[in-house]
């Protein structure tokens, strides 16, 4: 196949995988009677027509981002993290432990510790798999899928059992002290200028931000980054190197463990006050799609966490003010990771013919 220019593969592949799943799209809305146009304009309105539209889609975004990075560190050592639903929840859980420990005074002090008991407790559910992964030869896809399913059920247990204030019957801990709220953007001088109603986005979106610039740090710019690399393009050039298998396998998960139990400071911390029985929201699943979108890549990973973002609420809107099936949100999500991920080699292989002469015209 022929190797396509960088601009291409990272701008042009992605927005005709994009240009296909929105006529995709548009085949199946009117295939049950529904007006594509009509629909793109309550999602364009919905999830980006008003500060207050973007202050949802932001705070999906900002979920997104955590579930992409991860999958992305995990993925440049070549491993394939599907467990960032568990990771997340088990995230939740140290947040919940560590804002139900004592009556936090402010938001200040109560974050930092809520991260630390997020990326702690996702980094130990992924050290399970990873070392499964690097002493036993257990397949990581296999485990973490597993372990997905283990979080959920020990979440169910730890609510209704342990976590459950007394008299209350939903499975759902005790609200967190008022000291752990975390100011919206409607709250933060100068952007509450722009967001004058309450929204869900919170600091958080700029914590993710921040991920993703130390995620291109790491990954980047410094010597484990380029082992991890390494050890993703070829393990056995890496061990030829001196890179330790066991060493990246490790890190590599339970950093990519750690960035989606952080995702919990968002919705659990942010916007519930309390740990809920779905912690996670399906962000651990939406995130594979995002890091394929991204390409991998930090910035890839913020834009693509946006467009999901812009899919997820403007498929809500058009539960709430159309006729169309909210559900069709999961079949445009579902199309999009099918041409950027299933299909994208194919996507890959039309523009090899449009760039073959240009390329091979260059070579001579």
């Known amino acids: 196949m022929v190797k396509l220019p960088t601009w291409a593969d990272v701008i042009l592949v992605p ?10 799209s548009a085949i199946v809305l009117l295939a049950i009677g529904q007006s594509p146009m009509e629909a793109m304009k309550v999602m364009v309105e919905g999830a980006v027509g008003s500060p207050y539209a973007w202050g949802y889609t932001l705070y999906y975004a900002t979920s997104f981002m955590f579930t992409g990075l991860a999958v992305t560190v995990a993925f440049h050592g070549s491993l394939f993290n599907i467990g960032g639903e568990g990771q997340a929840q088990l995230g939740g859980l140290g947040v919940a432990l560590v804002c139900l420990s004592i009556n936090w005074p402010h938001w200040a002090l109560a974050l930092p510790a809520a991260m630390i008991g997020a990326a702690l407790f996702g980094a130990a559910w992924a050290a399970i798999p990873a ?23 020990l979440m169910i247990h730890i609510l209704v059992n342990v ?37 869900p986005a919170n600091v958080t979106f700029f914590i993710a931000l921040i991920c993703a610039y130390l995620v291109w740090v790491l990954l980047w710019r410094t010597r484990l980054g ?78 693509a966490a946006i467009l999901f973002g ?48 240009s390329l091979a015209k260059g070579a001579a």
């Open 310 to 357: 812009f899919l997820f609420q403007g498929g809500a809107e058009l539960g709430l003010w159309t006729s169309i099936p909210i559900e069709l949100r999961t079949v445009v999500q579902g199309l999009v990771i099918l041409f950027t991920g299933a299909l994208d080699q194919m996507v890959r292989m039309m523009l090899g013919f449009v760039f073959r002469p």
């Open 15 to 24: 927005l005709i995988s994009l240009l296909l799943a929105a006529i995709f």
């Open 131 to 153: 070392y499964l992964q690097a002493k036993r030869g257990s397949h990581i896809v296999i485990t973490t899928i597993m372990f997905n399913y283990i979080a959920a059920a």
């Open 163 to 199: 976590l459950r204030p007394a008299g209350q019957m939903d499975p759902a801990s005790a609200n967190f002290p008022e000291g752990t709220n975390l100011p919206t953007l409607h709250e933060i001088p100068g952007l509450s200028l722009i967001f004058t109603k309450q929204v």
């Open 226 to 303: 380029y082992e991890i690399r390494a050890f993703g393009k070829s393990e056995k050039a890496a061990a030829y190197a001196g890179i330790s298998s066991f060493k990246i396998i490790m890190v590599a998960m339970l950093i990519s463990g750690a960035l989606s139990g952080l995702m919990a400071i968002n919705n659990v911390m942010g916007e519930s006050g309390r740990l809920l029985q779905n912690a996670s929201e399906g962000a651990g699943f939406i995130g594979i799609a995002v890091a394929l979108m991204g390409r991998n890549h930090p910035v890839g990973v913020i834009l």
